[in-house]
């Protein structure tokens, strides 16, 4: 059996019909944990852990017509869970539909790191994880990052990374930081991060702690 680490591109048609930069200010990460479609109803209920601004979120989600129930039950300052209901959009149904193939199961969580930039883990025999390559929509770019055996351990990184260092790292890899060889320095981290070059050291080397101890599976808490 192997599994396959899938990258999607949305189109602007398939995006949160949200404006781009409330959505960047306040939202870092989230990571659908669970979800449930209502064909009856046309409705989708889901289950999310997200690291950002609550408060943000919510006046989001306030905004949009065809949200109708918000909930949220926090785990830090900003790191909480949010349980959606809302209507099922066409471009909702068509992208969740193309991970509806025999033989295929989607490992959690389904990691969305900004309106168009999706994560996913798919698992299946060979077939199936061909035929879901060739599923989505029309204006879904696909970038498969890893096909292999399936031997990983599925753990949320979310509940590990304050928003701070989620943006830390994010700056970083943006920047050349983590590039080989390196192309970014320190100072130009902290410069984008506005602060010291020590503050960014700090938070990146936490940050760093927490994602080896979750790759090992051991857990530093």
Same mark, same amino acid.
């Given at each position: ?25 306040? *939202?870092?990460?989230?990571?659908? *944990?669970?979800?449930?479609? =209502? ?24 905004? @949009? ?24 959009? $066409? ?8 991970? =509806? ?11 969305? %790191? ?8 798919? @698992? ?13 929509p029309e204006g879904v770019s696909v970038e498969v ?11 949320? @990184? ?12 994010? %700056?970083?890899? =943006? *920047?050349?930081?983590? $590039? ?5 320095? *320190? ?25 080896? =101890? ?8």
């Amino acid at each position: 059996m192997q599994s396959a680490d899938l990258t999607l591109r949305l189109p602007p048609s398939m995006r949160m019909p949200v404006p781009e930069l409330a959505v960047e200010s306040a *939202l870092h990460r989230e990571e659908l *944990l669970s979800w449930q479609i =209502d064909p009856e109803s046309e409705t989708v209920r889901f289950l999310s852990l997200f690291v950002g601004d609550p408060e943000g979120i919510q006046a989001v989600a306030s905004d @949009l017509e065809f949200v109708h129930r918000y909930d949220i039950s926090r785990v830090d300052d900003d790191t909480f869970y949010g349980y959606v209901e809302m209507d099922l959009r $066409d471009s909702d149904a068509m992208l969740m539909g193309a991970f =509806d193939v025999p033989g295929l199961v989607i490992v959690p969580p389904i990691v969305y %790191t900004g309106r168009e930039t999706v994560h996913a883990t798919v @698992l299946g025999e060979p077939d199936a994880l061909s035929t879901v390559l060739e599923a989505f929509p029309e204006g879904v770019s696909v970038e498969v990052e890893r096909v292999s055996e399936h031997q990983r351990r599925a753990e949320t @990184l979310a509940g590990r990374l304050t928003a701070r260092q989620f943006e830390a790292i994010e %700056t970083a890899r =943006d *920047l050349g930081y983590y $590039d080989v060889p390196r192309s970014g320095s *320190l100072a130009d981290v902290a410069a984008t991060l506005e602060c010291s070059e020590s503050a960014a050291s700090t938070l990146l080397r936490t940050a760093e702690s927490e994602l080896v =101890d979750a790759a090992l599976g051991r857990d530093s808490r």
